[in-house]
């Protein structure tokens, strides 16, 4: 009940959405109603609702229609999304034979203390990736991103930029980018990912390999 009008809780409208909605949409919804993150620098940031409530709740509901979908929904959905850009990045990679990429990770100095959270991380590899959407076009964030950038090639880490460009030129450019910061770490590459010609698909320079 809001201002006297009846309301459904979070965890019943996503049931509710599950028959009009896609799987990766329904991702989307989770990853944003459970995102959290208790690094040890920054802000902290609590669920809406935890992933177990999420799952619990769904539980009670055996006989829903979308039920198929919201549980493979439910199987992709991670903590720690910060926008729908980042859960469609982290489900774009999920596609390919990469290692997988987590939210929350921290990049730690040589005292192990934090100091960058970036959007996806695969600590194996000391590899990264953040999406820079249109906020990161501003003064104040770009001064932001320019310590984040410095601070994390001076750990030793290889930072992946992905902006909307990117993801229009479509997942060859985002997969290509990330498997060759991988091998930069140490990856195997096993089915040469990192190989294919990016030429002609950039849209600063088509004479890029």
């Known amino acids: 009940m809001c201002a006297g009008v009846p309301m459904t809780s979070l965890q019943r409208t996503l049931l509710d959405l599950a028959p009009m909605l896609t799987v990766e949409e329904l991702v989307d919804i989770a990853d944003q109603l459970a995102s959290e993150h208790h690094r040890s620098f920054g802000r902290q940031v609590y669920p809406l609702v935890s992933l177990d409530a999420l799952k619990a709740y769904i539980a009670e509901h055996p006989r829903h229609r979308g039920l198929a979908k919201l549980h493979a929904a439910l199987d992709l959905a991670r903590v720690g999304s910060d926008s729908p850009r980042e859960t469609m990045l982290r489900l774009m990679i999920g596609r390919w034979p990469l290692p997988e990429f987590k ?103 088509k004479d890029f390999e």
């Open 103 to 205: 939210h929350n990770v921290e990049i730690r100095d040589e005292h192990g203390v934090g100091k960058v959270g970036p959007d996806l991380g695969c600590e194996e590899y000391r590899t990264c990736a953040e999406y820079d959407g249109a906020h990161h076009f501003s003064p104040a964030q770009q001064a932001k991103d320019h310590d984040r950038d410095y601070i994390t090639k001076n750990l030793g880490w290889h930072q992946v930029l992905i902006n909307n460009d990117d993801i229009w030129a479509g997942e060859l450019v985002v997969i290509t980018k990330i498997a060759r910061a991988l091998k930069l770490g140490g990856w195997a590459d096993p089915t040469n990912l990192a190989e294919r010609s990016l030429q002609g698909l950039l849209n600063t320079r």
